[in-house]
């Protein structure tokens, strides 16, 4: 268990139990502030991949912009307590089945996709070389299967360099 | 202990130096207070704080220890797990955002490491500001509604009304900036303004970004400072926390040290607000002068050591006893200070950027008093309009001219 693999797991962990959160909390506000949490850990992800940039926008775009509006939207509304129907808890009989299908169907893809993992050139700069490197090689998979299918062409210092041929 | 110590030296290093500048931040924000209280009373013709020491010099002291020792209610019905978030949200997400700035060009060397002024050099360090300032909004906005009152449901409605609109002017401004500099990191915008095109070719003051070439940030400067007021809340944008109509705003229900740290958290953004605008706009520690004029170094030096003697004859004179030891003792630390400066090539070397920068901060600082007592509240209507009508637009066009011409200019 290495640094990087350890902030990882806590950050995945914080984006998990953020998700959870929001769909379990009874009050809009409390819903809002998990997917804040949510934002946010996924923003740690992107900084673990390399990726300072996407991590900046998303906590300026979403963190910052979208949620406030949601925030404000509910704060202006006043919105309450949620209220259970009947119907609302028929939902979570269905939904969770579902749920968990949608989860392993996406995971099984992912597992038999078999995308290779490309190393990308980490520009020396003066601050956090080390964790940065160290924390490439290994999470690049995940950014390129579910952001962009060439990520390499759309963010980060590879915008610069030509492909080769 | 030492092999510890040299594998984590590093990590050491960081903490050490979170811990000054947690220190240094927030005995200015003390006395950042005190400040603001003597120019707002001397503005207005009275005296100011003078009672808690010699000229009130202890009085951040009294209030830090007041704000420890009041009593903490908390109001039926509020939203508990909020209501104490938000004061805490508010409070961490100020401080973090000085760890970006870079405070001296030059490294110190120590033990073989070279140890920068400022905590994290980052290369997005300018996103990563406006990322942690766009987050800071959620800790007045929670306040006012976790509260379960009226006035600060109104205080944190408004102020995310207002941050919503000003952010966008913010930072759209300083993308004229980013444009000239080519770079995120504020070490590196100071830089580019250290070798930019000065206006005539003349060096010193001309190099920096509001004079500098091909288009002076003029505009820029004045849209960010104003939104940058606006985003922290002060006079005369204080509409989320205005004493006439929403008796405190957004903190109306927030006692003792709760309410200090929203106190801290709206200073210590004052001081980033000052730090961003001296290096984005004003050439960071770069001297007005030109470099050929060797003499200015001095300066420091001719600036502290008569302060030092004047604050030595005015202790000698002073009426309390205290004041009679405190104040001839204060001076003559000044005085040392300046005389170091003076003795010392070397040093004084070292201290020329810092001294520049914190010169520039100050003088930001005094502008937030300044304005604090001159200028009148903003109706909301007009804070709106302000914003959306005049702000945006100004820096929209400020971006597009600033382009224009730095492609004019290349080709």
Known sequence: ?165 | VNDFVAQHAEILISLVKIAILLFVVLTVNAYLTWFERKVVAHIQSRWGPHRVGPHGLLQPLADGLKFLFKEDPTPAGVDRFVYYLAPLLALALALTSIAVIPFGPNPIHFKGHDIYLGIADLNIGILALFAITALGVYGIALAGWSSNSKYPLLGGLRSSAQMISYELALTMSVVGVLLMAGKFSLRDIIDAQASAHGLFGWGGIFHWNILAGPFPQILGFLCFFVAAVAETNRVPFDLPEAESELVAGFHTEYASFKFAMFFIAEYTSMITVSCLCSILFFGGWLSPFPASWTFTTYLPSVLLIPFGLWVIWDGMRYETIFGKLILPGAGAVITALGAVFLIFPAVNEFIQGPFWLLSKIFVFLFVYVWMRGTLPRFRYDQLMSFGWKLLLPVSLANVVITASALLWSSR
């Open chain 1, 1 to 165: 268990m290495n640094a990087p693999l350890i902030i990882f797991f806590v950050l995945a962990a914080m984006a998990v139990v953020g998700a959870l959160s929001l769909i379990l909390q009874r009050h809009p506000i409390h819903s809002a502030l998990s997917l804040i949490v949510v934002m946010v850990a996924l923003a740690g992800l992107y900084l673990l991949m390399g990726a300072e940039f996407v991590a900046a926008v998303q906590i300026i775009v979403y963190g910052g912009a979208i949620m406030v509006l949601f925030v404000f939207v509910i704060m202006l509304l006043n919105a309450g307590v949620e209220e259970r129907t009947n119907l609302s808890k028929l939902a979570g009989f269905a939904g969770i089945p579902l749920a968990v299908a949608l989860t392993g169907f996406l995971a099984a893809a992912v597992a038999r996709s078999r995308l290779r993992t490309g190393r990308i050139a980490v520009r020396r700069h003066r601050s956090h070389q080390s964790a940065r490197q160290s924390a490439l090689p290994g999470f690049r998979l995940p950014f390129r299967t579910h952001f962009l299918p060439d990520s390499r062409r759309y963010f980060g210092r590879d915008c610069t360099r030509r492909p080769p041929g």
